[in-house]
């Protein structure tokens, strides 16, 4: 029988221990950890992941803050912003929230980010440090399938893991992660120019979609018995649905489960662990900055 891998339950679950050392951190006279956001611009996505960010920090006793601009802001104005981000010390970090508009220079905002209160990965150094297996804040969605994994009980070592995607914030780093020796897996990346790609895609143990197309992996892609891990999210028009659209994924699930050990669903699957990860990312910042001010 397939296993349906519950991200909601197993964010729940870290977001519950994360509460728990928030009140006792409270409780001792410490004050609570902060993330900051800044977003600028109208895109709906963008602004309902915000949204979500303010509500979980809240969830679990953090501190959040958003600074939110107009789509026609001045270049200036975001680097300013993460300048007093970045000497804040009751800031624990920060995301920058894409996309920015294209007046904002993405080389001018990365040379201004801090490595240290970067929650997303966004800086080389922190990069750099995850290619080398350093600590550092790992991006916080392969953070999300990397628990997902482990808190799942899904082995990684000695398996064939195929990455599905290559992008900066999703596919390498997630192929980074997978190769390190704490999970030990083989792999194998995938992209829009990789040949016979459900043979290649076949070869896995672990499949873990990143590709951004709805329901494009269907049961052709997907070995007997793999895990499938599903990173896509899409809104589909669905006039069947009250709402007018569905959720799905890249991966065509109710063809693609039957086959699985072990599959993720969407909604319910790696976005949930996205957002825990991105906590976990702001109290560790947090506990090192306590740390440094201790000194
Ligand atoms: P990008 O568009 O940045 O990257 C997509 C990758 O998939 C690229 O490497 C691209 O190849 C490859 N690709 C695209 N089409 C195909 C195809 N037909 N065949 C093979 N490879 C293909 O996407 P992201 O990495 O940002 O996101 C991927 C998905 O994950 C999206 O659905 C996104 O919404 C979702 N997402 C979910 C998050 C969550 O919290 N659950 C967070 C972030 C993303 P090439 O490099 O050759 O162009």
């Given at each position: 029988m397939t296993t349906i891998i519950d991200g909601k339950a197993i964010a729940d679950t870290i977001k519950t221990e994360i509460a728990t050392e928030v009140k006792n951190l409270l409780d001792k006279g410490q004050r609570a950890p902060h993330l900051a956001v800044i977003i600028a611009g109208e895109d709906g996505a963008a602004l309902s992941y915000v949204n979500s960010i303010e509500k979980q920090c809240k969830g679990v006793g953090y501190m959040a803050s958003v600074y939110k601009f107009p789509a026609e802001v001045k270049e200036h104005d975001i680097l300013a912003t993460i300048d007093f981000l970045n000497t804040?010390?009751?800031?624990?970090g920060y995301i920058i929230q894409m996309?920015?508009?294209?007046?904002?220079?993405m080389d001018k905002v990365v040379a201004h980010v801090d490595p240290k209160k970067d929650m997303d990965c966004f800086h080389p150094v922190n990069m750099g440090n995850l290619l080398l297996g350093n600590d550092c804040f790992p991006p916080a969605t392969p953070y999300g399938v990397m628990e997902l994994l482990r808190r799942g009980n899904v082995e990684t070592a000695g398996k064939n893991c195929v990455v599905l995607g290559r992008s900066n914030i999703v596919g390498k780093p997630l192929a980074m992660m997978l190769l390190q020796k704490n999970a030990n897996a083989t792999v194998t990346v995938c992209h829009s120019?990789?040949?016979n790609l459900p043979q290649m895609c076949r070869r896995a143990d672990i499949l873990i979609v990143a590709i951004?197309?709805?329901?494009?992996?269907?049961?052709?892609?997907v070995k007997e018995n793999a895990t499938v891990i599903d990173v896509g999210i899409h809104r589909i028009p669905d006039e069947t649905q009250p709402k007018g659209y569905k959720v799905c994924g890249d991966v065509k699930f109710n063809e693609v489960a039957p086959r699985c050990e072990a599959i993720t669903p969407?909604?319910?699957?790696?976005g949930s662990m996205t957002m825990a990860c991105l906590l976990l990312n702001t109290m560790k910042s947090y506990k090192a900055q306590l740390a440094g001010s201790d000194r």
């Open positions: 804040d010390s009751e800031i624990d996309p920015l508009p294209k007046q904002v220079s120019r990789t040949k951004g197309q709805p329901e494009m992996i269907t049961a052709e892609y969407v909604p319910g699957g790696v």
